[in-house]
Every structure is written in structure tokens, then in C-alpha cells.
């Protein structure tokens, strides 16, 4: 399902364990549960490559069924989750990807001002995702301590504090 928008923002994380993990979508957060939406989300090329691949480029594009997929990564700090989960013992840096899904026919200037308007969140946020990425793995946990109760709700704040800087700029 599409919405109405003429263009949509992805913002995703790659875990080990869980997979590609949806952690902002613009404007409609309920797409992830369209697969035909996500198809081209999740096998989108810019999986594949590295950070120092897509350094040099403006990114990676895609063209699926009439949309242009422009990706780009990035890298961001991961602190530990808990001691009880070895691969989360020490923090390490992960691949963020930012997706940008627009109609083929949106003219250059509108293309520039979206890539631009992304680097401009990823400037002001790229120190919280690290919250954002843990907070959306302690959610995929079937129990939940209140210390990781208070690390989602924390996750959640500074999603919907990105959600309002993407309505201010875009709607």
C-alpha cells in the first residue's frame, strides 16, 4: 500500500541475528507489513556493499517498478546491550541505511532537496541511532525488564523527535 506521499524514507539497520531491521519509516510507519513495499527495501543492493564501496558515491541506486531506491550507509556506534547476550558484549560500529523512494519522474530539484534534507538528519541524529538501533532490538526480547522498558520508550522519543524534524521539513 503507497501512500500518498511521492516519496518515502527507510531508515534501516542490518542485525546478525534478526536481520534487516526497519527502524523509521516516512510518512507511513505501516508499510512494513506490505511485502511488496519491503521487497525492494530488504534485497536492495546497497546491502551488499561495504562503507568504503559507497564512500566516494552519492549512494546506490535501484529502479523497481517505476521508483527510484537511492541508499546510502552509514556508520554508526553500538554500545552493548547486555552481558547476557555475547555478540553484544562490547560496542562496535554498524551499518545504518537510509533509503529515499521516489517516482522516477520527480524532477532534479526535488531529488537534491530530499538527498540534502537526509544528510541534514542524518547530521543532527547519527549520535542517537545508536539509542534507537538498541532500543529496537530489546523490543524483538519476548520479556521485558523495566530497564528495557525505559530503553525503548527512550528509542520511541527520539524516533518520534526525527518523525516531527521529517513533518516540519516535508509536509
Known amino acids: 500500500m503507497r501512500s500518498t506521499n511521492p516519496f518515502q524514507i527507510f531508515i534501516m539497520y542490518r542485525d ?27 534485497y536492495h543492493p546497497i546491502w551488499n556493499f561495504s562503507i568504503d564501496d559507497t564512500k566516494k558515491a552519492e549512494g546506490v541506486n535501484l529502479i523497481y517498478r517505476k521508483n527510484v531506491y537511492c541508499a546510502k550507509n552509514y556508520l554508526v556506534y553500538c554500545e552493548a546491550i547486555e ?58 526480547d519476548i520479556i521485558k525488564i523495566p530497564k528495557n522498558e525505559n530503553i525503548i520508550k527512550e528509542g520511541n522519543t527520539l524516533k518520534e523527535k526525527i518523525r516531527k524534524l521529517l513533518k516540519t521539513i516535508f509536509i
Open 16 to 42: 546478525e541475528l534478526n536481520g534487516i531491521l526497519p527502524l523509521l519509516i516516512f510518512p507511513d510507519e505501516s508499510v512494513k507489513q506490505d511485502n511488496n513495499t519491503m521487497k525492494p527495501i530488504y
Open 83 to 140: 552481558e547476557s547476550k555475547v555478540d553484544y558484549l562490547k560496542g562496535f560500529f554498524k551499518k545504518i541505511v537510509i533509503i529515499i523512494v521516489i517516482p522516477e519522474e520527480m524532477n532534479y530539484e526535488q531529488k537534491i532537496f530530499l538527498k540534502s534534507a537526509i544528510e541534514v538528519i542524518i547530521k543532527n541524529f547519527k549520535s542517537h541511532f545508536t539509542k534507537i538501533v538498541k532500543s529496537e532490538i530489546l523490543k524483538l
